[in-house]
């Protein structure tokens, strides 16, 4: 009784937050001055608690993070520059902290991941079935012949709610795959996956879309025995079947898909090619200050808009690192990423290395077809990451 009581008090607390975070306090926005209270604490608590040698890939995450100060034109958006090291901070300083806590014996990172996604899932319900509304907009139906917006629910924008989603729905094939549970916990948490798939589906970002498919199918499909594989045929085909029947039904999903729309054939996202054309474009024919220190977030995405009429990124996370951070933050960025990917692969016979290299899938699909960073994904993401310090001794579920 007391856990249930516990679960909605950190669960009613967790959906106000993320409810409120786009209103504004004294002209600054509620998301900004929450994660940076947060952050301030976890940054003392590491300083704090670090006393071991700090891990190569977390080392240059920290670097990436700073770079982002000294750009062509990160005095002219002073605020924007903090911004965007806020954000490239989340995914070493939130992997360094979980390291920490890793050695906590009253802390379970994992079950802290699967909580998470419980109510990141459970969140979305009172949006599905119409009881409110939520204060952001998905995307916009009108520009497919429809009224109304697409599912965001608590998030700020469709593609963080699909990048969240997609993390989410992995988590749970994994608890589900992984750990021996009864009949009641198994249906609760195919009910959560059919939830959060029809919130996906009903964001219309084919980001999630493409995240999930992948991650999924790491996580089912490689180092499975034959008789597992059986196992899979009748679920996968339901799955299918019930997609087919979705995708005929819904002449909006169908465009997304597809990429057509009401003005024309060609696609809202096909774009991403001249995109990624004009901003190394942008980034080449500058001087050599923006070669080797970048443009800088805003200033890159001015150039954008001159462009193609639209002021947006690359849409390709790696460009937009080149672009903005120029040639010393994409060399650092790589250092970052190679020493991510060399963390993971020598912990390749850890319990939870299935569950954590199919999250980073997930995160390299997102880096090659949007690149935005996203709070509650990359929270996500660094745990799962963190998770690969368990000690194989201690008891992994």
Not at 247 to 273: H, V
Request: aromatic share 16%; charged share 15%; net charge positive.
């Amino acid at each position: 009784m007391f856990n249930i009581l516990k679960h909605f008090i950190f669960f009613t607390l967790f959906f106000i937050l993320f409810f409120i975070e786009t209103k504004y306090i004294g002209g600054v926005r509620i998301a900004i001055l929450w994660k940076v209270v947060l952050l301030g604490i976890i940054i003392v608590y590491i300083v704090l608690n670090s006393k071991e040698k700090i891990k190569s890939f977390i080392v240059f995450g920290y670097l990436y993070s700073f770079k982002n100060i000294i750009s062509y034109s990160s005095l002219d958006y002073i605020i924007s520059t903090v911004a965007e090291v806020l954000k490239s901070l989340y995914i070493p300083l939130f992997a360094h902290f979980f390291i920490l806590l890793n050695k906590l014996k009253n802390f379970d990172v994992y079950k802290f991941l699967l909580v998470l996604s419980i109510y990141i899932i459970i969140s979305c319900v009172p949006f599905l079935v119409g009881i409110i509304e939520s204060p952001n907009e998905g995307y916009d139906m009108s520009r497919f012949g429809l009224k109304g917006f697409g599912f965001v629910g608590i998030f700020e924008n469709a593609h963080y709610a699909s990048n969240t989603l997609a993390f989410c729905i992995t988590i749970l094939i994994y608890q589900i795959q992984t750990v021996k549970l009864s009949s009641i916990l198994k249906v609760f948490y195919i009910l959560l996956i059919i939830v959060a798939l029809i919130a996906l589906v009903k964001t219309y970002a084919r980001l999630g879309y493409a995240m999930l498919f992948v991650s999924a199918c790491y996580l089912l499909l490689a180092n499975k025995s034959f008789k597992f594989y059986l196992k899979l045929i009748i679920p996968v085909s339901i799955l299918i079947v019930s997609f087919i029947v979705v995708y005929n039904q819904s002449k909006l999903l169908q465009m997304r898909i597809s990429g057509e729309n009401k003005y024309s054939k060609a696609s809202l996202g096909s774009g991403r090619g001249d995109f990624a054309i004009h901003a190394l474009d942008n980034w080449y024919s500058e001087d050599l200050d923006t070669f080797f220190v970048g443009m800088g977030k805003e200033y890159a995405m001015d150039q954008m808009e001159k462009d193609v009429g639209l002021r947006i990124y690359a849409h390709n996370g790696f460009i937009d690192v080149l672009q903005i951070n120029g040639v010393i933050g994409a060399a650092i960025f790589l250092l970052f990423f190679i020493y991510l990917i060399k963390y993971i692969k020598i912990n390749k016979h850890h319990p939870y290395y299935q569950l954590s290299f199919s999250i980073f899938l997930g995160y390299v699909i997102s880096m090659l077809v949007q690149g935005e960073r996203f709070f509650l994904s990359d929270l996500i993401l660094a745990a799962s990451i963190a998770l690969l310090s368990i000690e194989t001794k201690k008891k992994v579920k």
